[in-house]
């Protein structure tokens, strides 16, 4: 039986989007992952494209509230920024919970093409770290 996984990050716009396409893609056949934020807006599209180019379509994600997946049930949540963190709610204690932080691309100044290779430096720790925990003692 798969396990299941949340991922948050306060948007759902960059990080854990990225940690859910990228386990889905990579994990798939032991995870089901998802994604969420303490407040939803838009997925990236620089997301999209760093995972694109890995041959990752998130092209159809949304940003979804944790309280979409209220009273559902997760073998793992993983807080990928501090402030999702901090206001992790109630109803996901019990379950294994771990806080895996990565630095935020979407909040740098610049065009596209000069973010871009920071989206790409995040999006790379983002698959080591996380398929690393979960494929190891995180499990």
């Not at 889905?24 to 180019?53: C, I, K, M, W």
């Not at 309280?67 to 901090?86: K, M, P, R």
């Amino acid at each position: 039986m798969k396990k299941r996984v949340l991922f948050l990050c306060t948007h759902n716009s960059c990080r854990s989007q990225m940690a859910e396409g990228l386990i889905n893609h990579y994990l798939a056949d032991s995870f089901d992952a998802f994604s969420a934020g303490t407040e939803a807006t838009r997925v990236n599209p620089l997301a999209s494209q760093v995972l694109a180019e890995l041959g990752i379509d998130i092209s159809t994600h949304h940003s979804k509230t944790i309280d979409d997946f209220a009273g559902q049930t997760f073998d793992h949540v993983i807080t990928l920024c501090g402030s999702a963190n901090e206001q992790c709610p109630i109803f996901f204690g019990g379950v294994k919970r771990v806080h895996i932080g990565f630095d935020d691309p979407s909040r740098l100044p610049g065009r596209p093409e000069e973010v871009l290779p920071e989206f790409r430096r995040v999006r790379d720790e983002i698959k080591a770290k996380l398929i690393e925990y979960l494929t190891g003692d995180g499990q």
